[in-house]
């Protein structure tokens, strides 16, 4: 008897002890939900950035771009490496929400996943072995984009309930309203047991880890970073490994700079601050001269959109080409095609920039937001070279300017004060 009550007793305090420990690894994920499913898209956008087909397009298409040959760079290494450590940085700072959710988690690697995750980067150490190969990934992915489509429709009907019930008490008594009530509350119901909130803590933040290492693992592999998986193995496909890889980096420094590395060098657009500006005024230029006769509101608009230096050099410009009232057809015509030549690589960059930093303000603003654009900082205006980029919006004002006046004096309508910059 004394021997089955000290068993009973010892029982007893264990249970007590573990109870905690299992109650948190039933923890469910609940209100983070959405954080975590922004993570999870973030993560798939990523994964799927690296994939044989986006690199492919990377290597022949994406760094041949005219416009970005023109005012970027024409070096392939460096165009590699910035959209190397544009992807590396998305990764980072990935990692630092998933770590931060990490220490929410019962199982004590999940909780070392930030040290974890430093050493995979220095070193290659996988002792989880977290990195998954190809067809795990896969498979992940898919478990991932179904969590991401169940909360988005989580997240819409909680919003349509949340509007519903607000408008309840302006028609109390309305049985329309409450039947509306009572069904949106059945359908966030069944969601939340159907979704990604009714899901593990754990297991949702195991995908996000084993992704992370994955994503990194593929990274290092396809830009030809050492120290992570051999080159012949069935994880990579051979077809996007480049055949000379570039010189080794120092171990670690592929997440720790990163940030520095996508960072504007000073002669650049980006580094004046001034990418999403000059974006916009490149593409007003663009939509006037499709447009099938001048408009002083738009010529105001731009003249606004300028700054003083632009200004400066646009007056400069225009006294080589002339204030009198132009006659000239075929110098309107030569204008017409020099301005549709630099249209066509410059407009392209200045379309990226604005999906580009969009996509990132939006991202920014919204928690859990999905970038849905494939467009990296080199087709941007980010690393473009100012001094090319401003010549070529000096050429565009002046031309379009000297088309506008042509065209007014064709019509009889032409005033110097209103049709010159």
């Given at each position: ?5 000290s068993?009973l ?8 002890v573990?109870?905690?420990d299992?109650l948190?690894?039933k ?11 922004g ?6 956008h ?7 087909d ?12 005219p416009?970005v ?12 490496a ?7 940085d998305g ?5 630092a929400?998933i770590?931060?959710l ?8 999940l909780r070392q996943?930030c040290c974890?995750?430093k050493e995979?980067?220095d ?14 990934m ?8 179904g969590y ?7 997240y819409?009907e ?12 302006k ?18 119901k069944?969601l939340k ?10 297991s ?5 880890v084993?992704?992370s290492?994955?994503i ?5 592999q396809v830009?030809?970073?050492p120290q992570?998986?051999?080159?012949n193995?069935?994880f990579?496909?051979a077809?996007?490994?480049p ?5 080794a ?10 940030t ?10 980006g ?15 663009e939509?006037?001269?499709q ?7 738009v010529r105001?608009?731009?003249?606004g ?6 200004r ?9 080409v002339?204030?009198?009232?132009p006659?000239?057809g075929?110098?309107a015509?030569?204008?017409r095609?020099?301005?549709k030549?630099?249209?066509?690589w ?7 920039t ?30 473009a070279?100012m001094?090319?980029v ?13 088309v506008?006046?042509f065209?007014?004096e ?12």
């Open positions: 008897m004394m021997a089955l009550e068993w007793t010892k029982f007893k305090s264990a249970a007590v573990n109870l905690p299992f948190h690894r923890a469910k994920v609940s209100i983070l939900a959405f954080e975590i499913a993570l999870m898209s973030k993560i798939l990523l994964w799927r950035s690296l994939s044989d986006s690199l492919v397009r990377l290597r022949n298409e994406t760094i041949t771009l416009g040959r023109k005012l970027v760079s024409d070096d392939d290494a460096f165009l590699l910035l959209a190397c450590a544009e992807l590396t990764l980072r700072s990935a990692v929400s770590s931060a990490c220490r929410r988690c019962t199982d004590p690697a996943f974890l995750f995979f980067g070193s290659g150490g996988d002792p989880h072995r977290w990195v998954m190969t190809w067809k795990e896969d498979a992940k992915a898919k478990k991932m984009d991401v489509a169940s909360a988005a429709a989580l819409k909680m919003d349509e309930l949340a509007e519903a019930e607000r408008g309840l008490g028609v109390l008594g309305a049985e329309g309203p409450q039947q509306l009530i009572f069904w949106k509350r059945k359908e966030v069944y047991q159907s979704s990604l909130w009714s899901a593990s803590f754990d949702a933040i195991s995908l996000l084993c992704s290492f994955t990194l693992a593929r990274i290092k830009f030809g970073i992570i998986i051999p080159y193995s069935s990579i496909s077809t996007v490994h055949e000379t890889p570039p010189p980096t120092t171990p670690g420094s592929i997440i720790t700079t990163s520095a590395a996508i960072t504007p060098p000073p002669t650049t657009v580094a004046a601050s001034l990418a999403p500006h000059y974006a916009k005024l490149i593409v007003v230029v939509r006037m001269m447009a099938p006769r001048a408009r002083t509101d105001d608009e731009m003249y959109m300028m700054t003083a230096r632009l400066a050099m646009v007056r400069s410009r225009l006294i080589g002339g204030r009198g009232p006659r000239d075929g110098l015509s030569e204008w095609a020099a301005m030549e630099i249209m066509e410059l407009g392209p960059v200045a379309h990226g604005l999906r580009w930093h969009g996509e990132r303000s939006y991202e920014r603003r919204s928690a859990g937001a999905v970038i849905r654009e494939n467009v990296l900082v080199l087709q941007t205006l980010y690393f070279n001094e090319k401003e010549a070529a919006i000096v050429e565009l004002l002046v031309g379009i300017n000297y506008w006046r065209e007014m064709v019509s009889g309508k032409y005033l110097k004060q209103d049709y010159e910059l």
